[in-house]
């Protein structure tokens, strides 16, 4: 038994969750009697912390991320916006990492979501990953949108467009290159974060017209 009073009934039960999918992968099932199991408590007791599977994977998974996304500058307001967002976004890029371990990322991924039937649960798994990405990219544009151009009713739709770059970046670092890809990679970077956080691409003096990515549907 897990005697430690520090250790909460919902944080055992998070890192039991957390076992079983280092253990798995990220589409095992989380069923709540393993989960009860492996944590020592009673499903009941689960169910009271997460009433639902995916309430639990979502939170398993933000957990993960926090493991291991080191600890950003987003705050610090004595580094330029556009650097500190820049920063976010390629820690983000970093876990997927380069060359054979991006490859392997992406392979991984496709025969996950892509080359296996989409089941319900299976659909349920990614949706979830992509909603705690959409929260952190909105979390970090919340925080810088007082210090520039970019309003709060665009921040979700910001925040989509930086997911995208982020997906398309990752498969780049997947693909062959001619020459070093870093260069390119930061360059993209910079421009997806002066669009998001600038008011240049509108004209001078406007503020963008309820988001930077409207631009994008022009």
């Known amino acids: 038994m897990n005697d430690n009073p520090v250790v909460t009934t919902r944080e055992r039960i998070l890192r039991s969750a957390a076992a079983i999918i280092a253990e798995e992968g990220v589409t095992a099932r989380l069923s709540v009697r393993a989960v009860a199991a492996r944590a020592e408590v009673s499903t009941g007791s689960l169910r009271h912390h997460f009433p639902t599977q995916q309430g639990l994977r979502d939170e398993v998974l933000r957990r993960v991320y926090d493991w291991l996304l080191p600890e950003n500058n987003i705050r610090d307001t004595s580094v330029p916006?556009?650097?500190?967002?820049?920063?976010?976004?390629?820690?983000?890029?970093?876990?997927?990492?380069?060359?054979?371990?991006?490859?392997?990322?992406?392979?991984?991924?496709?025969?996950?979501?892509?080359?296996?039937?989409?089941?319900?649960?299976?659909?349920?798994?990614?949706l979830g990953i992509q909603r705690d990405a959409q929260s952190r990219m909105e979390e970090w544009l919340r925080v810088l949108a007082g210090e520039t151009a970019l309003p709060e009713d665009g921040i979700p739709r910001c925040a989509r467009f930086l997911g995208t770059v982020l997906n398309g970046l990752s498969l780049e670092r997947a693909l062959p290159a001619e020459d070093s890809f870093a260069q390119t990679e930061t360059e993209t970077l910079y421009a997806a974060a002066d669009a998001v956080l600038t008011s240049k691409l509108y004209g001078r003096g406007q503020r963008a017209p309820g988001a930077c990515c409207d631009l994008l549907q022009r």
Do not use: H
């Not at 920063?87 to 991924?109: D, W, Y």
């Open 81 to 126: 916006a556009r650097d500190r967002l820049v920063e976010c976004l390629r820690q983000v890029l970093a876990m997927g990492g380069t060359g054979p371990q991006a490859r392997e990322a992406m392979t991984l991924l496709a025969n996950t979501f892509i080359s296996a039937e989409q089941t319900g649960p299976t659909r349920e798994i990614y």
